[in-house]
């Protein structure tokens, strides 16, 4: 099927540098479609905690629904100091997850010319793999509460849910991501030693996907062990799947290997495209350097190409991708993370300019 060509995309840019760096985004994939032909409108939300301080809600009570027949979603990020974490994730990017069905966070761990590795002795090239984390049930349930509050006898119940139709479809998918992919290893992290009921269960779910993807090389490490590996050996890895919880731990740690969170991307994704995806910078919006004009816009832009890649547009998204690995690589523009005395803007578009050439 041809990909269309005209795509409604809904913004919301959020706060702090999530303001800054989205426009650097959009400078980016406007730059893309004019070369490949891709036309985008952008229609603006401006839900985030400002938002939440004028009205007690992160978004209005219909705005689910505002977004829901967009083709996707472009998130800078959400938080700010004074408005609790909770109630950003609980009160937009937990709905936009769940109710969209964006079951899969997927974030690539990929190190890049011109970008240091924390890790002593990697090199570009070393590091490149795919982490497939869980993004709608797991550990991360409403289910559970408090008993005997204010007794010596207190304590905090919070339930695990791994459902089979939850656990077969994040594993599905990424087996068919091993499958796509030359070294074809997929790794699972578990914790069947201690977590005694669910992480079984996740083990042989995975067990029974394996058998239907004989071409794939597996294994699987206990988490604790198995971030040390992420720290020792990355090179060892190719695709990650893992548990909401264990998910997030990890795609943190990776983009930490793969040098600055600055540029590290993620998409949430609704594979079966019946909903919206929904595409945003790992990093969060960094109240610190806010309203500086300083923050490196890499990661959103990347994001950016994960957007035109799920729209399908995977030519569009190899030139942005390869766009901003020149710019890293061999110009001096580079935003003060990387060490270098760009504003956001100027990056933005050194980008977009490469991605005419690119
Ligand atoms: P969240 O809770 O939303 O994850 P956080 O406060 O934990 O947010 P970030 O907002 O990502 O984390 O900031 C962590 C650190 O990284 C801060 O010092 C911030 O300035 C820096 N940082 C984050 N994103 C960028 C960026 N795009 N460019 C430069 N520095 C960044
Ligand atoms: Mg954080």
Same mark, same amino acid.
């Given at each position: 099927?041809?990909?269309?060509?005209?795509?409604?995309?809904?913004?919301?840019?959020? /706060?702090? @540098?999530?303001?800054?760096?989205?426009?650097?985004?959009?400078?980016?994939?406007?730059?893309?479609?004019?070369?490949?032909? @891709?036309?985008?409108?952008?229609?603006?939300?401006?839900?985030?905690?400002?938002?939440?301080?004028?009205?007690?809600?992160?978004?209005?009570?219909?705005?689910?629904?505002?977004?829901?027949?967009?083709?996707?979603?472009?998130?800078?990020?959400?938080?700010?100091?004074?408005?609790?974490?909770? =109630?950003?994730?609980?009160?937009?990017?937990?709905?936009?997850?769940?109710?969209?069905?964006?079951?899969?966070?997927?974030?690539?761990?990929?190190?890049?010319?011109?970008?240091?590795?924390?890790?002593?002795?990697?090199?570009?090239?070393? =590091?490149?793999?795919?982490?497939?984390?869980?993004?709608?049930?797991?550990?991360?349930?409403?289910?559970?509460?408090?008993?005997?509050?204010?007794?010596?006898?207190?304590?905090?119940?919070?339930?695990?849910?791994?459902?089979?139709?939850?656990? /077969?479809?994040?594993?599905?998918?990424?087996?068919?991501?091993?499958?796509?992919?030359?070294?074809?290893?997929?790794?699972?992290?578990?914790?069947?030693?201690?977590?005694?009921?669910?992480?079984?269960?996740?083990?042989?779910?995975?067990?029974?996907?394996?058998?239907?993807?004989?071409?794939?090389?597996?294994?699987?490490?206990?988490?604790?062990?198995?971030?040390?590996?992420?720290?020792?050996?990355?090179?060892?890895?190719? =695709?990650?799947?893992?548990?909401?919880?264990?998910?997030?731990?990890?795609?943190?740690?990776?983009?930490?290997?793969?040098?600055?969170?600055?540029?590290?991307?993620?998409?949430?994704?609704?594979?079966?495209?019946?909903?919206?995806?929904?595409?945003?910078?790992?990093?969060?919006?960094?109240?610190?350097?806010?309203?500086?004009?300083?923050?490196?816009?890499?990661?959103?832009?990347?994001?950016?190409?994960?957007?035109?890649?799920?729209?399908?547009?995977?030519?569009?998204?190899?030139?942005?991708?390869?766009?901003?690995?020149?710019?890293?690589?061999?110009?001096?523009?580079?935003?003060?993370?990387?060490?270098?005395?760009?504003?956001?803007?100027?990056?933005?578009?050194? =980008?977009?300019?490469?991605?005419?050439?690119?």
């Amino acid at each position: 099927m041809a990909a269309k060509t005209k795509h409604r995309i809904a913004v919301i840019p959020g /706060d702090g @540098i999530g303001k800054e760096v989205v426009p650097e985004g959009i400078r980016v994939l406007d730059a893309a479609g004019r070369r490949f032909g @891709i036309e985008f409108e952008w229609d603006h939300f401006d839900w985030s905690c400002e938002t939440y301080r004028k009205t007690g809600r992160m978004m209005p009570a219909d705005g689910l629904e505002r977004i829901a027949r967009h083709d996707a979603i472009f998130l800078g990020a959400v938080g700010f100091p004074g408005v609790p974490d909770h =109630v950003s994730l609980w009160g937009l990017l937990i709905p936009i997850r769940r109710t969209f069905q964006q079951y899969v966070n997927l974030r690539p761990v990929r190190l890049l010319e011109g970008v240091t590795s924390p890790l002593a002795g990697v090199k570009p090239g070393d =590091v490149d793999f795919w982490i497939v984390r869980e993004n709608n049930e797991g550990e991360y349930s409403e289910i559970g509460g408090r008993l005997y509050t204010g007794t010596e006898h207190e304590m905090a119940v919070q339930e695990s849910v791994f459902t089979r139709h939850g656990t /077969d479809r994040i594993l599905r998918y990424a087996f068919e991501l091993a499958q796509s992919r030359p070294a074809k290893h997929l790794t699972s992290a578990t914790k069947s030693n201690g977590i005694i009921h669910t992480m079984p269960y996740w083990d042989e779910r995975f067990a029974a996907m394996a058998k239907r993807y004989p071409g794939i090389r597996t294994d699987q490490y206990h988490i604790d062990i198995l971030t040390a590996h992420f720290v020792r050996y990355p090179q060892r890895f190719d =695709v990650v799947v893992g548990s909401n919880l264990f998910g997030d731990i990890l795609s943190d740690l990776g983009p930490a290997v793969a040098g600055t969170i600055g540029i590290a991307p993620s998409a949430n994704l609704n594979p079966e495209r019946e909903h919206p995806s929904m595409f945003e910078p790992v990093h969060g919006s960094a109240p610190d350097i806010a309203g500086k004009g300083i923050a490196n816009p890499i990661g959103q832009i990347w994001s950016g190409a994960m957007m035109l890649e799920h729209l399908g547009h995977a030519e569009a998204a190899g030139a942005v991708e390869r766009a901003f690995a020149s710019v890293l690589a061999d110009s001096d523009i580079l935003t003060p993370d990387m060490g270098g005395k760009a504003s956001t803007r100027e990056m933005g578009e050194a =980008v977009a300019r490469a991605v005419e050439r690119a």
